[in-house]
């Protein structure tokens, strides 16, 4: 079945530091692929996303690049701060079975000053 | 704005009676899902379904029941809770347009069986 893989957390950080959350996935299909944030005590929101291979998803200085080779979505941005603190979870959507969609377990990031 | 409600927002119930979380949305989607958050496990789904009275189950829907008899309301049923249901539970719907694929969620209803 379908899976997504993503880096073990916590993830702790100074501001200003770079950030690398390592995605992985496993799909029969040809998925989109989605990176969410999660803030304390809030519902995900989506943070950026990509709907095929080579795609780059951009959003708030986070960026992540559809890699079809290495059945990988990797999430980066160059300098976080503490506001970036959140959980953070990587998914795939497929456009056949009612658009379920498959998450990772989240990765917890906390920045600090 | 998805324009998602999720009630009630925090529940505090007893192993063994009959618990019911309620999703409303305003947007008029056909997709709707509900999932659970745990520690270490991420989002799991429930339950979805893809339009009034179509419902399908997800991977971890022993113990609970949905129902669907209008497009924008979506119930989650625990007949008889257990401590194990202790969770987070969402509510999503599924975006389409522009936003096909991306799932919209609510705010989260907690929910705590003693």
Known sequence: GDSVTQMEGPVTLSEEAFLTINCTYTATGYPSLFWYVQYPGEGLQLLLKATKADDKGSNKGFEATYRKETTSFHLEKGSVQVSDSAVYFCALGLNTNAGKSTFGDGTTLTVKP | ?114
């Open chain 2, 1 to 114: 704005d998805a324009g998602i409600t999720q009630s009630p927002r925090h529940k505090v119930t007893e192993t063994g009676t009959p618990v019911t979380l309620r999703c409303h949305q305003t947007e008029n989607h056909r997709y709707m899902y509900w999932y659970r958050q745990d520690p270490g496990h991420g989002l799991r789904l429930i339950h979805y379904s893809y339009g009034v009275k179509d419902t399908d189950k997800g991977e971890v829907s022993d113990g609970y029941s949905v129902s669907r008899s209008k497009t924008e309301d979506f119930l989650l049923t625990l007949e008889s809770a257990t401590s194990s249901q202790t969770s987070v539970y969402f509510c999503a719907i599924k975006g389409g347009g522009a936003d096909a694929g991306e799932l919209f969620f609510g705010e989260g209803s907690r929910l705590t069986v003693l």
